[in-house]
């Protein structure tokens, strides 16, 4: 075993001392049910040896009580040994589960840039269930396996010395073929883990895209690219099967080779030493008991080295680093209700991608006073989602810095800052719950939610006449992402979760863009209630939504080109002008 999976398995340890109660009780019956195993051909060599000379005759009713009283014990040993080990399992996975939950609530945003939400679900859902490899397999096989082999090992030595010599071969020859196949096993398994995340993908792209995979008869082309991961699953699959399936069969060969030796040096002792039938059959029956713990512990390499690469996908996962460290949240300054004033200073930025690539900002600076609304424009790639992307703090600036009320971002704790900001995008996301729910989302729970507040949102988002419509009003389900919602009723209902949060900063992404004319004549029509008062950020292509902007921001190459009011950039005749002329020639 290398450092790699010492330090997985050390970390899994850590996890089981809570339980070490339940761990102990469980040892201790599975020691019972290893005992047991000793006993059966303890009870042949005195059966054997006396009870057919008619030396047991007054004491013979005995036995078949006695295997039947070993039998209950062995039973009720292994049904307590299971059943605690499972609730120490399933209370470590509980554990595993939510601390893996909870660093993927908390890590950076470019960690979900470089990981697909499949691959995440694969982790945290299924390959967490692997460690069972690890924790079942192992403390079943290594201890009570380990206890029966060390039992049948001392009473074959007890019996016959020199027989036992022979038996004792298999040990070295075992260990030796499971560290040649260890490696093998080790690489399949990754491969595997790899290709069952990218199978789920597909699944997931097919599954939220299915409305462009029928309109478009794409689905033999995603039939074939499903069918091509998942025979390469399957002949991993089996590759790993044949690699671990070795160890058995070998296990068995290497065991059968060593009774025949047994055998023969056996019929060579009781011409010579006088060995009795009933010795001789207690140690047979002794040396095919130990053959199946054997078998076992051979066995356990497959699932071990499965659970140990499940070990590294999810530590791995639990290690991501925080947004925000605790020990630094502890010196960063609190913020209960910002004013809204904002302010960039020579604020760059680039993203973590290939060498020489242009940044997505150059010393951008601009000052935005509270309660101002500020328009985005400019053209595709020009930095405006970048730039409204840098206040919530899903990404820092490469330089420079920006102050919201005078106080630098990295200044104020990560809460509070989001605190102060609402978003409404193009690109509407909603959760498969209630309608209430989802306006006052983030609240702690069904009774955390002030409905009164949440209608009074709805009215205000012009949703108040589909309230009066659904059967459960503002109870409603609204199926997955809002699947049961009209676009513009969507669109809404995100502006009515803004308008329930009540932030001081308002920043609106293409919240417009994709509707009709009514749709957004009654979508625009609740921006306006909700950006009354607030200073809003506005991302904008269609430049007739922005021209009563107390100012617009033309950005292009990640630089500000032109800043000014819709009429002094039109009489500036530059960039916006030429966009503006464009639009409405197109209009």
């Given at each position: 075993m290398n450092a790699q999976d010492?330090?997985?398995?050390?970390r899994l340890i850590t996890y089981l001392k809570p339980?070490?109660?339940?761990?102990?009780g469980s040892l201790a019956a599975m020691a019972v049910v290893a005992a047991t195993e000793?006993?059966?051909?303890?009870?042949?060599?005195?059966?054997?040896?006396?009870?057919?000379?008619?030396?047991?005759?007054?004491?013979?009713?005995?036995?078949p009580l006695f295997l039947v009283g070993l039998a209950v014990?062995?039973?009720?040993?292994?049904?307590?040994?299971?059943?605690?080990?499972?609730?120490?399992?399933?209370?470590?996975?509980?554990?595993?589960?939510?601390?893996?939950?909870?660093?993927?609530?908390h890590a950076k945003t470019t960690f979900f840039q470089k990981n697909s939400a499949s691959s995440l679900i694969n982790a945290v859902v299924f390959e967490v269930n692997n460690i069972l490899s690890i924790m079942g397999g192992m403390l079943i096989s290594l201890v009570r396996d380990s206890l029966t082999v060390i039992g049948l090992m001392g009473y074959l030595i007890y019996l016959n010395w020199q027989l036992t010599m022979v038996v004792l071969i298999i040990f070295p020859v075992i260990a030796l073929i499971m560290s040649k196949i260890n490696?093998?096993?080790?690489?399949?398994?990754?491969e595997q883990q790899t290709l069952t995340s990218e199978l789920a993908y597909i699944v997931e792209e097919a599954a939220a895209g299915y409305k462009i995979m029928k309109v478009h008869g794409a689905e033999q082309y995603e039939m074939s690219r499903f069918l091509e991961k998942a025979e390469r699953l399957r002949q991993f699959a089996l590759k790993s099967a044949v690699a671990g399936g070795l160890n058995q069969p070998i296990t068995q060969l290497i065991a059968s080779m060593a009774l025949s030796i047994v055998l023969v040096i056996a019929l060579m002792q009781s011409a010579t030493e006088g060995t009795t039938v009933g010795g001789f059959a207690a140690f047979v029956t002794a040396m095919m008991l130990v053959i199946s713990p054997l078998k076992h512990l051979a066995d356990i390499n497959q699932p071990l080295q499965r659970g140990l690469?499940?070990?590294?996908?999810?530590?791995?996962?639990?290690?991501?680093?925080?947004?925000?460290?605790?020990?630094?949240?502890?010196?960063?300054?609190?913020?209960?209700?910002?004013?809204?004033?904002?302010?960039?200073?020579?604020?760059?930025?680039?993203?973590?991608?290939?060498?020489?690539?242009?940044?997505?900002?150059?010393?951008?600076?601009?000052?935005?006073?509270?309660?101002?609304?500020?328009?985005?424009?400019?053209?595709?790639?020009?930095?405006?989602?970048?730039?409204?992307?840098?206040?919530?703090?899903?990404?820092?600036?490469?330089?420079?810095?920006?102050?919201?009320?005078?106080?630098?971002?990295?200044?104020?704790?990560?809460?509070?800052?989001?605190?102060?900001?609402?978003?409404?995008?193009?690109?509407?996301?909603?959760?498969?719950?209630?309608?209430?729910?989802?306006?006052?989302?983030?609240?702690?729970?069904?009774?955390?939610?002030?409905?009164?507040?949440?209608?009074?949102?709805?009215?205000?988002?012009?949703?108040?006449?589909?309230?009066?419509?659904?059967?459960?009003?503002?109870?409603?389900?609204?199926?997955?992402?809002?699947?049961?919602?009209?676009g513009g009723q969507r669109q809404r209902l995100a502006i009515a979760r803004a308008i329930y949060k009540n932030a001081p900063i308002l920043i609106l992404d293409e919240a417009t863009s994709a509707l009709d004319s009514e749709s957004e004549r009654q979508v625009q029509d609740a921006l306006d209630r909700l950006m009354a008062g607030r200073t809003t950020l506005v991302i904008a292509h269609r430049l007739s939504t922005i021209e009563?902007?107390?100012?617009?921001?033309?950005?292009?190459?990640?630089?500000?080109?032109?800043?000014?009011?819709?009429?002094?950039?039109?009489?500036?005749?530059?960039?916006?002008?030429?966009?503006h002329r464009i639009q409405f020639s197109n209009a």
């Open positions: 010492r330090t997985a398995l050390n339980h070490i109660r339940l761990i102990i000793t006993s059966i051909p303890a009870l042949m060599k005195p059966l054997l040896d006396r009870g057919f000379t008619g030396q047991l005759d007054s004491k013979l009713w005995q036995v014990v062995r039973s009720m040993a292994q049904f307590l040994s299971n059943y605690l080990l499972t609730r120490v399992i399933n209370s470590v996975l509980l554990k595993l589960r939510e601390q893996m939950f909870h660093t993927l609530l490696k093998r096993l080790r690489s399949l398994n990754r690469t499940a070990a590294e996908m999810i530590f791995g996962l639990m290690d991501e680093p925080f947004e925000e460290a605790e020990e630094r949240r502890q010196n960063m300054k609190s913020l209960d209700k910002a004013k809204g004033g904002i302010r960039f200073e020579d604020v760059g930025f680039s993203y973590e991608q290939e060498a020489g690539r242009q940044d997505a900002l150059h010393k951008i600076n601009l000052t935005i006073k509270p309660g101002e609304i500020v328009a985005f424009v400019g053209p595709s790639g020009g930095g405006k989602s970048t730039l409204v992307n840098l206040l919530p703090r899903f990404y820092k600036p490469s330089s420079g810095h920006i102050f919201l009320d005078d106080i630098p971002l990295e200044d104020i704790i990560l809460a509070d800052i989001r605190k102060q900001i609402a978003f409404v995008s193009q690109d509407v996301i909603l959760f498969n719950d209630t309608i209430a729910a989802n306006v006052a989302y983030g609240a702690a729970g069904q009774e955390g939610i002030d409905r009164g507040r949440a209608m009074e949102a709805l009215e205000a988002a012009n949703l108040g006449a589909l309230i009066k419509e659904l059967p459960e009003g503002i109870d409603s389900m609204i199926g997955d992402n809002g699947n049961r919602l009209s009563h902007a107390d100012r617009i921001v033309v950005l292009e190459h990640g630089q500000i080109v032109e800043n000014g009011s819709h009429e002094d950039l039109i009489k500036k005749d530059g960039l916006y002008a030429n966009l």
